[in-house]
């Protein structure tokens, strides 16, 4: 099978043209391909695949082989793919995905994509969209028992349930423990991506992500995306921002108007490949 390895500030997948490639159970295939000794090594798999509404759809499987709503790291790399790959050569593209079709606006230089901004859409904070089992339509810097610890947390739906805490430094934090024990919690039905943010200034953030399916990742489009907002909403930062992450940075606005969240990064093509299967 043929393949792609991208990046988007250090958050890698594995991505499959299936306008050419044909995929059987990408749920086992993206744990195979995903694990960094015996397999390519990502965060997990995305592939392109033909759509009607369209100019492509991208279907995300994390590295556990669980299927993603959204990833914002990986559309902009499949934005990239598409354009110079001749898929679809304009700077204006749509996306399908399972949190709907994104329009994605490409920075081409010289036939390159370079940078990519994408309409990520509404931020959603009632509960029962996110999905959030909690007796309030929202959590917005709510105190919650996990266990024996309680955090103040604020929840969202960028596509993808994420659950955001404010905390002093970013590297003090042990991510390890605090992130698949809030992930699995039993009020996250579906589980939830957990961000840690530390807020350096109003257009600054810092911060880390245990991603649900791929424990700590180096970069989270949704989630920097979720972090910004919920800075915005507890009055931390303004709706402009611009989040540090462990792979690189991300510009995030939140337009007063629409109420849209617009997400501007890098796209990096890492190498082609072929993997007998």
């Not at 990502?42 to 592939?47: C, E, Q, R, T, Y």
Request: proline fraction near 4%; charge should be negative.
């Amino acid at each position: 099978m043929k393949f792609t390895k991208m990046q988007g500030i250090g958050n890698d997948y594995i991505y499959i043209n299936c306008f050419e490639e044909k995929v059987q159970n990408p749920s086992e295939l993206s744990v195979k391909l995903s694990e960094r000794h015996f397999g390519i090594g990502s965060d997990g798999i995305i592939l392109i695949e033909p759509s009607e509404k369209a100019d492509c759809r991208m279907d995300i499987y994390n590295a556990d082989g669980s299927q993603a709503m959204m990833c914002g790291n990986g559309i902009r790399c499949v934005g990239k793919y598409v354009y110079e790959r001749g898929i679809a050569k304009k700077d204006v593209l749509k996306v399908d995905t399972m949190s709907g079709v994104k329009t994605l606006f490409l920075d081409v230089q010289d036939g390159k994509v370079r940078s990519v901004k994408v309409d990520m859409g509404k931020p959603d904070f009632h509960t029962a969209d996110i999905p959030v089992e909690y007796p309030k339509e929202q959590l917005i810097d709510e105190p919650v028992a996990f266990g024996s610890d309680k955090y103040r947390i604020t929840c969202v739906s960028m596509g993808n349930p994420h659950c955001v805490l404010f905390v002093d430094s970013v590297n003090g934090v042990e991510i390890e423990k605090i992130g698949p024990k809030l992930e699995c919690d039993r009020i996250f039905p579906q589980r939830a991506n957990i961000e840690f943010v530390q807020v350096l200034s109003k257009d600054e953030i810092n911060m880390r992500v245990w991603e649900r399916g791929s424990g700590e990742t180096w970069a989270c489009g949704t989630g920097a995306c979720a972090a910004a907002v919920a800075c915005a909403v507890n009055h931390k930062t303004g709706r402009s921002v611009t989040v540090h992450l462990k792979g690189g940075d991300l510009q995030i606005e939140w337009d007063e108007k629409t109420d849209t969240v617009r997400m501007r990064g890098p796209a990096e093509f890492v190498f082609d490949g072929t993997i007998e299967l």
